[in-house]
């Protein structure tokens, strides 16, 4: 039975194109489903709806989040319909199991003026301080995943025309403007930074590097991103994503249209995009509550 799971996880990889990230939840869900599967069924083909409905229960039991319970209702769907497709099973169990509703809560975001302080950090002469001033004006100025962001190589910036190209998830490729702010401090880490942390500068050579010259890992930039809003006064969590999160809600209220900013986040629907015009609705209010004489 393992052996069909491992099946589906090659297949999502290879040709659907899932992230690692999600490859990961994926295969930690279905063996965790397939523990409890086993005392009751001795396939795929024996396991049933209340098997299933059971394992839910049993996870709600275990103190698990809608969020979390969700996700293993959707692997299960997903890992079930691709066993009936392969005609491992002859009915699919897995059709009208439920899932926990998940209300959706808004991202948080920085304001303009605590970007502009997590911006305006001090730089100095480092390659590590030219690197870490280009990766956050390049993530504020893009709106890219981390992981789209570490694994982009020197050749994806096109400085002349102002331009990264970025693959996202199902290794879909994309092509962002980048303003000039970012464009001068990524050609000043390029031109000034990368040489002295390797010693030639090559197209396929990863961009962001760190102290040994190897490719920046995801928790590297969430640990410098952490101290940067540190040294920048910034007071409230800040992750990766919150960068993503506050591209969107701005450019929304600079005036980009929808179908925009989906295009520049990489979004396959407009519907994960459309969470940022009801953020950017509340801080329209929050802004007239705060500045309104009878809305204080």
């Known amino acids: ?24 939840a994926y295969r930690n ?27 839910g229960s049993n996870l709600q039991e275990r103190g698990y989040s809608a969020t979390t319970r969700a996700r293993k209702t959707a692997a299960t769907k997903s890992f079930f319909g691709f066993l009936l497709k392969e005609g491992i099973i002859t ?21 303009q003026t605590e970007i502009e302080l997590l911006l305006n950090i001090e730089i100095n002469s480092s390659p590590e301080s030219k690197r870490d001033a280009a990766m956050f004006e390049l993530i504020y100025a893009t709106g890219m995943r981390v992981s789209e962001m570490i694994n982009l190589n ?8 102002g331009t990264v190209r970025c693959k996202g998830k199902g290794n879909k490729e994309r092509i962002i ?3 000039l702010d970012a464009i001068d401090k990524i050609h000043d880490y390029i031109s000034d930074g990368i040489p002295k942390l390797i010693k030639t500068v090559d197209p396929l050579n990863p961009l962001f590097l760190n102290k040994r010259g190897e490719r920046l ?17 910034i007071d409230k969590p800040i992750t990766p994503h ?8 701005h450019m929304l209220q600079g005036g980009a249209s929808l179908r925009q900013v989906q295009e520049f986040l990489g979004h396959t629907s407009i519907t994960s995009t459309q969470l940022y015009t009801h953020l950017s ?9 705060n500045a309104h004489p009878r809305g204080q």
Request: aromatic share 10%.
């Open 91 to 111: 009915s699919n169990p897995a059709l009208e199991i439920s899932s926990p509703k998940v209300g959706r809560t808004l991202p948080n975001v920085l304001s």
């Open 29 to 55: 869900d279905l063996y965790s489903l397939l523990d409890h599967i086993q005392p009751f069924a001795s396939s795929w083909e024996h396991v049933t709806e209340k098997i299933l409905n059971e394992f």
């Open 154 to 161: 020197v050749g994806d910036v096109d400085i002349n025309s």
């Open 217 to 233: 890992t995801r928790q590297g930039f969430w640990l410098l991103l952490k101290a940067a809003a540190v040294k920048a006064g």
């Open 242 to 249: 919150v960068l993503r999160h506050s591209f969107a809600t």
């Open 281 to 289: 609705n509340e801080q329209v209010k929050k802004e007239y509550e």
């Open 177 to 179: 403007p980048i303003h």
């Open 1 to 24: 039975m393992k052996s069909n799971i491992d099946t589906f996880l090659n297949y999502i990889t290879v040709e659907k194109g899932f992230s690692g990230n999600t490859l990961m």
